[in-house]
T-cell receptor, first 114, second 110 residues
């Protein structure tokens, strides 16, 4: 069964632009979470979606947003990009919402803001 | 103080050695994950634990809920085990989000 697919794998954007990243979960998984990884801050939780609804949000500014479609695919958007947004963005899918369900990670999208 | 502390930060071992990576956390949790990240970024979930011990091949993970501590052991280490190992906890509160340790960079020399 196919794993979690993130596209694109690499992206270079200019400060001030906006970017949309995509995550296709494992077939049948309904929960998608997004994480940001930077050398300075490590891995940090961005948000979680389940059944097209945002269930939880981390401590990030409103420039970071996301959505989930009826097929469970999710997108995250970052507007007005800043240099500090350069990071590896990872998504993870789980079968269900709720604690105790294992998360499966994608390969990530490496975003560079110049 | 971070909610999740890992030690050591860096670990170099010779092939064949037994390796232990430790994780301590300060919050109540419903589950703890051990993750492996290779260069290039992709993360693989190795274990999800809520109690006791799990074993998969040469990897063993244990958790002590009372002491808020978990360990990841690698027996007969191999250069292909070289990676960053990350501990992450899922809090037992209403918020479902993973909080991550800073990771342990493991290098296994042939």
């Amino acid at each position: 069964k196919a794993g979690v697919t993130q596209t694109p794998r690499y992206l270079i954007k200019t400060r001030g632009q906006q970017v949309t990243l995509s995550c296709s979960p494992i077939s049948g998984h309904r929960s998608v979470s997004w994480y940001q990884q930077t050398p300075g801050q490590g891995l940090q939780f961005l948000f979680e979606y389940f059944s097209e609804t945002q269930r939880n949000k981390g401590n990030f500014p409103g420039r970071f947003s996301g959505r989930q479609f009826s097929n469970s695919r999710s997108e995250m958007n970052v507007s007005t990009l800043e240099l500090g947004d350069s990071a590896l963005y990872l998504c993870a899918s789980s079968l269900m919402e709720g604690r105790g369900t294992e998360a499966f990670f994608g390969q990530g999208t490496r975003l560079t803001v110049v | 103080k971070n909610e999740v502390e890992q030690s050591p930060q860096n670990l170099t071992a010779q092939e064949g050695e037994f390796i232990t990576i430790n994780c301590s956390y300060s919050v109540g949790i419903s589950a703890l994950h051990w993750l492996q990240q290779h260069p290039g970024g992709g993360i693989v979930s190795l274990f999800m634990l809520s109690s006791g011990k799990k074993k998969h091949g040469r990897l063993i993970a244990t958790i002590n809920i009372q002491e808020k501590h978990s360990s990841l052991h690698i027996t007969a280490s191999h250069p292909r085990d070289s990676a960053v190992y990350i501990c992450a906890v899922l809090s037992s509160g209403s918020a479902r989000q993973l909080t991550f340790g800073s990771g342990t960079q493991l290098t296994v020399l042939p």
